[in-house]
């Protein structure tokens, strides 16, 4: 075990340089020769040779028939490990004061599709962009909230009256305003249910909060002691983050139970 772990941080050295990373996702994306790539990232000839020279030492490239270079397979798996390093860097304050919540592993571990994100900071700011989410659906609007701000509920309501189909998760805690029942009932939002344009589901607890359409998503994450934070969101039109986006709604979705109107209280 000792062994194997001097030999990961081998390998960790081996990626602590910008350089080399750079080379890395570079050759993600097509073959190069070392003076093609180091066109590419701006660097000497003999510089990018030296680290192609150790790059394909350590397995993670090699030299094809027509002389280009490749990603090893290993080359390729580091490659989609690197991303949830950077992901976390990058958010390193944010997650001092916030966490995964009940997050299963399996999602953790693909954080790094989250890297491609804008952090959306301040309530009315974090409201904009939720708001932008509806106004922008064409197809559908999936959530997993556990508070539902009042000036939300119009925009969203009008969007599936234009035929967007509404999928969405309450905790049998989540904060409803007052008066919320009252603006549902004014604006027909049991019709579109019996329409089948909205369709409801519960579970005991949320901490993570989740808005996406067809398109783009968020994800808004819990404090340390796993209460749901709506002042701070991490906002992408980015395929990858909007897979993950999509991915964990499906999870909560099929691990849900049935709405139960009468467990909320405004």
Known sequence: MVDLIDETADYVLELSSPQRLNILFKLLGKNLTPSTCAKEVDATRQEVHRNFTRLEKNGLIKKTMDGTYALTTFGKSICTQVPSLVFLMQNR?????????????????????????NRVKGVSKVLEQWKNIYKNSEDYIYE??????LDIIEPLVKQVKNGVKFHYIFSESTVVPKGRKALLKKLGFDKLIEKGLVERRMVAKIQTTLVLNEKEA?????????????????????PLFHEWCLDYFRYCWYGSDIFKESKLKE
């Not at 001092?96 to 491609?116: S, T, V, W």
């Not at 997993?144 to 701000?149: A, H, N, S, Y």
């Open 93 to 117: 304050k944010y997650f001092e004061n916030h966490d995964f919540g009940d997050i299963p592993n399996k999602f953790n571990m693909r954080c790094g599709q989250l890297a491609i994100s």
């Open 144 to 149: 997993v909230i556990p508070e539902v701000p």
């Open 218 to 238: 968020c994800v808004m994450f819990p404090g340390n002691e796993g209460e749901p934070d709506i002042t701070e969101m991490f906002y992408s039109d980015d």
